[in-house]
């Protein structure tokens, strides 16, 4: 048994199962909890005015932010930006996809059609070894 003092309150405590005390860790489970059922009602809350109205201090929310235990929203500029329908990369205005998912759904093969017959296609196919090549 790993017996450690609390980092918050100095109490003694079993270290292999928390990193603070109980009492400590109801603390912040509770405070959790309130801070979460702000962030829900709150979407676009910045952190400042979660530490004003929850009362928690930076280090808590960013423990929490670390653990993926809360989410805070992007800000205005990020949400705003362009992205590509593919990849989700930031694009320029006036397109709509990015240089390399539009190379890449150039270069696809377009599906066999009902007018294309397999003599045409195995005519197309030279073969080289273990790869197939299409001309």
Same mark, same amino acid.
């Given at each position: 048994m790993a017996l450690a003092n609390c980092p918050r309150c100095g109490a003694l405590f079993n270290k292999s199962t928390l990193d603070c005390?109980?009492?400590?860790?109801?603390?912040?489970?509770?405070? @959790? +909890? @309130? !801070?979460?059922?702000y962030l829900r009602?709150?979407? $676009?809350?910045?952190?400042?005015?979660?530490?004003q109205n929850v009362d928690v201090p930076q280090w808590m929310l960013d423990k929490w932010i670390l653990e993926k235990r809360i989410q805070f929203v992007k800000p205005e500029e990020?949400? &705003? +930006?362009?992205?590509?329908?593919?990849? /989700?990369r930031e694009i320029e205005p006036g397109i709509s996809i990015c240089k390399t998912c539009h190379i890449r759904k150039l270069t696809? +093969?377009?599906?066999? /059609?009902? $007018?294309? &017959?397999?003599?045409? !296609?195995? &005519? +197309? @196919?030279?073969? !080289? /070894?273990?790869?197939?090549k299409i001309r």
């Amino acid at each position: 048994m790993a017996l450690a003092n609390c980092p918050r309150c100095g109490a003694l405590f079993n270290k292999s199962t928390l990193d603070c005390c109980p009492a400590c860790h109801e603390e912040e489970e509770r405070l @959790i +909890k @309130i !801070t979460q059922a702000y962030l829900r009602a709150h979407r $676009n809350a910045p952190v400042f005015e979660v530490m004003q109205n929850v009362d928690v201090p930076q280090w808590m929310l960013d423990k929490w932010i670390l653990e993926k235990r809360i989410q805070f929203v992007k800000p205005e500029e990020e949400m &705003s +930006k362009l992205r590509c329908l593919y990849c /989700g990369r930031e694009i320029e205005p006036g397109i709509s996809i990015c240089k390399t998912c539009h190379i890449r759904k150039l270069t696809e +093969k377009p599906p066999m /059609g009902k $007018n294309s &017959s397999e003599a045409e !296609t195995k &005519s +197309k @196919i030279k073969r !080289t /070894g273990m790869h197939v090549k299409i001309r």
